[in-house]
């Protein structure tokens, strides 16, 4: 039970008694109107307002039927704004209760009416007093309100017994809003407990379902606990935001290992099925697996099923010509179009494996890209097969067995050159060339860098010759007008003379490209060497080879192949492309002259 507010009493009948007991205060005095409402007069410059307050417990509401069981007391309020003191006494005897100094030029505001047009089953429950029928004002706008504990009214043991009572109240209280805290704090961990345990469980589906329902629970908890609080919807929103997060990703976690049981036999020209180990799969187990944890997933899957890559990358070209033809976006890549037509058909054989492909698109559209998915399958067959040879190795097989492991390979040698040539000039695209304000080329090959070490495990793995790796980059930087870094590159291969025939077939295509757009090409004719040119009109014209080159550049790269092939080439076996090749740097020079 705890003590009320000072309250302005509405209705009181205290006559001219009132304005006797006012004479006792000093100076002061209070009048009553006609509507019997409590007004206070100011003699001087003091300012005075008549009080109840009520003996009742805090939180329970005054009613009429217990108000004439309350204990009550009348006390004055006197306020000196020139002094800044405010002096509360007892009506009944004029003791003083309290004296303390306030804001000078302040104003004491007391309002006694209750609501206006209240319904009578409102009034005939509740006292109708006004929340606050008396406060101090300062003069920038501050409000401050009186609270007076009964215990003042009291004399004697009473008035002790009640201070004791009073302070014994606070007390519990207290006591209770730290255990409300503590309780909060303690509701915290379970919470954050439950979150970790949702991460661990086997099942996403069923950690979902929880989650789901823990949220609902949390909300209804935390909206109850902060009814009435500035911090409610704050709160709400917090709580609601992180298990909201935490169901998104289950939800996530949950479709891929709902689409993961699915098994279905690929149909046409397929890879031999890998026997993949059945995973528990959960929040957990991805985030400890790092980001590319479900790239690898779906190879597994795909390789249970023994889908070839040339599907994968199909049925992407689809989905990109399905974006585009939705954006109303053209584009022409004759490349991609018959790559597209020769491969479609795999699609089209096995409508479920992709449906099911192109909604984890939707949920994982980085994981899911061709290029990470193909990768990934390579390095699941690559273990595979080394795991296999491994198990060869250490089974004492005869020597015909090992001929036939050796036979295996000479034949998947030729498929799997053609595959990592594939893999490194996917990587090389992902290198980023800016230009500097001095026209210098600067190149950030992380991404690139990251693949090309996969490649060359695998090839390591394959026994394939890193030379060959290495030629494939050259080839394809220079195919990509990345001339500098294929000059850097050139000087590190051994067998430079198989470089020669693609390398000069790229400058044929971009001296071919230079002509066809050059200001007088009948000029240009005329001062290439005629054999220079009768091999360019055989060349077709080729969109794909890269335009922001120099001359210069392109000519660098083949004397560098020229001059690496020529100190080993002693029985003269290349003559006869490296003389075209000179043709080729000497056309460069003279179309460079010519435009100077």
Not at 140 to 168: C, M, N, V
Not at 350 to 372: C, E, G, M, R
Request: some cysteine; hydrophobic content about 40%; overall charge neutral.
């Amino acid at each position: 039970m705890r003590f009320a507010h000072a309250l302005c009493e509405p209705r009181t009948n205290c006559g001219n008694g009132l304005r006797k007991k006012c004479t006792l205060l000093a100076r002061y005095s209070s009048t009553l109107d006609d509507s019997n409402r409590s007004v206070g007069v100011a003699l001087g410059s003091r300012s005075i307002v008549v009080l109840y307050i009520f003996e009742q417990d805090n939180n329970k509401k005054l009613l009429l039927s217990t108000i004439k069981e309350i204990r009550r007391a009348l006390l004055l309020v006197i306020y000196n704004p020139k002094k800044g003191l405010i002096d509360i006494r007892l009506m009944q005897r004029g003791n003083r209760v309290a004296v303390f100094t306030a804001t000078k030029n302040g104003k004491l505001l007391y309002n006694t009416s209750g609501l206006l047009g209240a319904e009578q089953s409102y009034v005939q429950r509740k006292v109708n007093l006004p929340e606050y029928q008396c406060v101090l004002i300062d003069p920038d706008g501050k409000l401050k309100r009186f609270i007076i504990p009964f215990y003042f009214a009291l004399e004697g043991e009473h008035s002790q017994r009640s201070k004791d009572l009073h302070i014994l109240r606070e007390m519990r209280d207290f006591i209770k809003k730290t255990s409300d805290k503590n309780e909060e704090f303690d509701c915290e961990l379970i919470k954050k407990s439950i979150r970790d345990l949702l991460l661990d469980m086997p099942c996403p589906l069923r950690s979902m379902i929880i989650a789901m329902a823990c949220r609902v629970v949390v909300t209804q908890f935390e909206h109850r606990k902060s009814v009435g609080e500035d911090e409610a919807w704050e709160s709400v929103t917090k709580e609601n935001a992180k298990w909201s997060i935490l169901i998104g990703k289950l939800e996530d976690i949950s479709i891929l290992s709902i689409i993961l049981f699915f098994k279905e036999t690929f149909r046409g020209k397929s890879l031999p099925k890998l026997q993949m180990s059945s995973l528990e799969i959960n929040l957990k187990f991805i985030y400890s697996r790092g980001k590319g944890s479900v790239s690898e997933l779906i190879a597994k899957w795909l390789c249970g099923m023994g889908v070839i890559p040339e599907a994968i990358v199909t049925n992407e070209l689809i989905l990109k010509d399905k974006l585009n033809m939705e954006n109303a976006i053209e584009e022409e890549d004759t490349s991609e179009q018959l790559f597209l037509d020769d491969n479609r058909l795999y699609v089209e054989e096995n409508p479920k494996i992709f449906k099911w492909l192109a909604y984890l698109k939707k949920q994982f559209p980085f994981s899911t890209s061709a290029d990470n998915i193909v990768a990934n399958m390579c390095w699941e067959y690559a273990t595979a097969w080394q795991n296999d040879r491994q198990d060869m190795e250490n089974s004492n097989q005869n020597d015909v067995n090992q001929v036939i492991n050796k036979a295996t390979e000479n034949k998947l040698r030729p498929s799997r050159m053609k595959f990592l040539s594939k893999v490194i000039f996917a990587a090389l695209e992902l290198i980023i060339c800016e230009e500097s304000d001095t026209k210098q080329k600067h190149y950030q090959t992380s991404e690139f860098t990251q693949w090309i070490d996969k490649v060359y495990i695998l090839a390591d793995l394959w026994n394939i010759d890193n030379d060959f790796l290495a030629r494939q980059q050259v080839i394809g930087l220079y195919q990509l007008g990345h001339d500098s870094l294929a000059l850097d590159m050139v000087r590190e291969i051994r067998e430079a003379s198989a470089l020669i025939a693609p390398l000069v077939g790229i400058a044929g295509a971009r001296l071919k490209r230079r002509l066809g757009h050059a200001a007088q090409p009948s000029e240009c004719l005329a001062a290439l060497p005629p054999n220079l040119v009768t091999h360019l009109d055989g060349i077709k014209s080729d969109t794909a080879v890269a335009a922001n080159v120099t001359l210069q550049s392109t000519a660098l790269v083949l004397q560098q192949v020229i001059s690496t092939v020529e100190k080993s080439d002693t029985s003269n076996t290349h003559a006869q492309i490296i003389r075209l090749a000179e043709l080729m740097v000497n056309g460069c020079e003279i179309l460079e002259q010519l435009d100077t």
